[in-house]
């Protein structure tokens, strides 16, 4: 009998299905399959009003060492159940009650909180504990230890965002649980397995020594993270800029919008994620645009939707919304008396460093331009 390698083939009909039996495809019978990605993320809201009685509930039902972490992944409903919030992005609501705590571990994906209830949130990256308010974003760069918790006298919630989903895909996802640590109290120098990390500087680090911009400490170390040196960005500093921005013209595309930079570089906060925040004034509707990054948005203040490819997703405070990557899309602030704040994280700093990034915004008369 012939071997499959001894057939003489002597139509393209034959090759195509030659072809196939070893694992090739003729170029010129898929071209197009790349079109796109393999990915098939949708525009979606995830809405506090539906989410938040749910974490209620796992706080009743739950206790946190039965949980690891008492969070509500958002499952795209592009992608069957699985918990990624966009293409590259997981995105959840957490919920930690007073005195609870979640063991100190470290992560090769870019982690991030945003805190939208309660005080007395923490987070402690590399040895500072970064007490969060409302707004307050805290940062974890790639291999940073950090551990959560809650001083407070009440529920808080945040919004976690990581780039684990783009990590995945990478194959270059990687955690870590067991960490090490002197205990000056004991005589012993010898490290010993810890479930929470010691405050090894003072509270208050980040937005002491960089919450101020335009001017940076020259006597301590700015190489403590593979991204950003500060970790915490308050967001009382965030909205004084803004409202001292306010008047401009702005962004027809993003309105008031400000980026969180790493300050020693300028670049943005984390290697892979980028983190903005922005104010649309009173009715203010912004134009259509699409970047190959997609994003998370999380409503901070107000009210009103975002015209995603054509169709309206409505929000409000604490909703969170995803935009996939190269989708059409416009925010509109509804409210003729109110400001609308979003804030956003997207993984447009890693496609930058790749050279992949790119943007493109729809102008007034409706044609098209490059905007990045
Ligand atoms: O708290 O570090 O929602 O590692 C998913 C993975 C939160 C975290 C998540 C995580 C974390
Ligand atoms: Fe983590």
Not at 183 to 189: F, G, I, Q
Request: proline residues 5%; glycine residues 8%.
């Amino acid at each position: 009998m012939e071997t499959l390698e001894q057939m003489e083939i002597t139509s393209l009909d034959e090759l195509i299905t030659s072809a196939r039996a070893t694992c090739s495809v003729p170029y010129w019978t898929s071209r197009g399959d790349w079109q796109g990605s393999d990915t098939t993320d949708v525009p979606h809201v995830w809405r506090w009003a539906q989410l938040r009685p749910q974490l209620a509930a796992a706080a009743r039902l739950l206790p946190m060492e039965e949980a690891e972490r008492r969070a509500l992944l958002f499952c795209n409903p592009g992608y069957g159940g699985k918990p990624f919030a966009t293409s590259s992005l997981l995105g959840a609501y957490q919920l930690t009650k007073p005195g609870e705590n979640c063991p100190v571990h470290r992560h090769t994906p870019s982690a991030s909180r945003f805190l939208l209830e309660g005080e007395g949130g923490w987070t402690t990256v590399e040895g500072e504990k970064c007490v969060l308010s409302r707004g307050d974003v805290v940062v974890t760069p790639p291999g940073a230890w950090h551990d959560h918790g809650n001083d407070g006298s009440s529920d808080i919630v945040w919004m976690d965002v990581l780039d684990l989903p783009l990590a995945l895909r990478l194959k270059c996802n990687f955690f870590e649980t067991e960490y090490f640590e002197v205990d000056t109290a004991s005589e012993s120098k010898a490290p010993v397995s810890c479930l929470s990390q010691s405050e090894r500087v003072v509270r208050d680090y980040s937005p002491t020594v960089y919450g101020t911009g335009g001017v940076m400490p020259r006597f301590v170390t700015h190489d403590r993270s593979t991204g950003s040196p500060q970790f915490l960005y308050k967001w009382k500093d965030t909205k004084v800029r803004l409202n001292a921005l306010r008047d401009f013209e702005g962004s027809p595309h993003d309105g008031i919008i400000v980026e969180y930079i790493n300050p020693v570089t300028g670049e943005s906060a984390m290697q892979t994620l980028s983190f903005h925040m922005q104010l649309l004034r009173p009715g203010e509707g912004c134009l259509l645009h699409r970047s190959t990054a997609s994003a998370l948005y999380s409503v901070v203040e107000g009210s009103g939707y975002t015209e995603v490819e054509g169709k309206r997703y409505e929000w409000g405070e604490n909703d969170s919304i995803a935009v996939p990557a190269w989708a059409w899309h416009a925010h509109v602030n509804t409210s003729a008396n109110r400001d609308a704040v979003l804030y956003s994280v997207s993984e447009s700093a890693a496609l930058r460093k790749l050279g992949l990034y790119r943007r493109e915004g729809r102008q007034l008369d409706g044609s098209i331009v490059r905007l990045d």
